[in-house]
């Protein structure tokens, strides 16, 4: 098992930058694909990126080239950058862990993009 805790949401102007960080705890945390999703209020949640076990990123098309997904594999972490942030992003972003037919979700931190 794992266990996921976020932190670096916060309240930043349209066009700011902020650095989202997962710190896991639990083993095999290389074997994991790692993502990030949102989830604004009254929406479903929803995919922001992924990075596997081998490295590979994938994206949603709204966040592309915005945003930049990384892991760190001695430390246990996985981090996502937000730049050129725009009032739609605004959103509880979770951290996800996945591995076959597990599961593992942070407890989200808060993403508020306004002016």
């Known amino acids: 098992q794992v266990q996921l805790v976020e932190s670096g949401g916060g309240l930043v102007q349209p066009g700011g930058s902020l650095r989202l960080s997962c710190a896991a705890s639990g083993s095999r945390f290389s074997s994991y694909t790692m993502g990030w999703y949102r989830q604004a209020p009254g929406k479903q949640r929803e995919l922001v990126a992924t990075i596997s076990s081998g490295g590979n990123t994938n994206y949603a098309e709204s966040v592309k080239n915005r945003f930049t997904i990384s892991r760190d594999n001695a430390k246990n972490t996985v981090a996502l950058q937000l730049n050129s942030l725009k009032p739609e992003d605004t959103a509880v972003y979770y951290c996800?862990?996945?591995?076959?037919?597990?599961?593992?979700w942070g407890q989200g931190t808060q993403v508020t993009v306004s002016s």
């Open positions: 996800n862990a996945h591995r076959l037919l597990f599961d593992s």
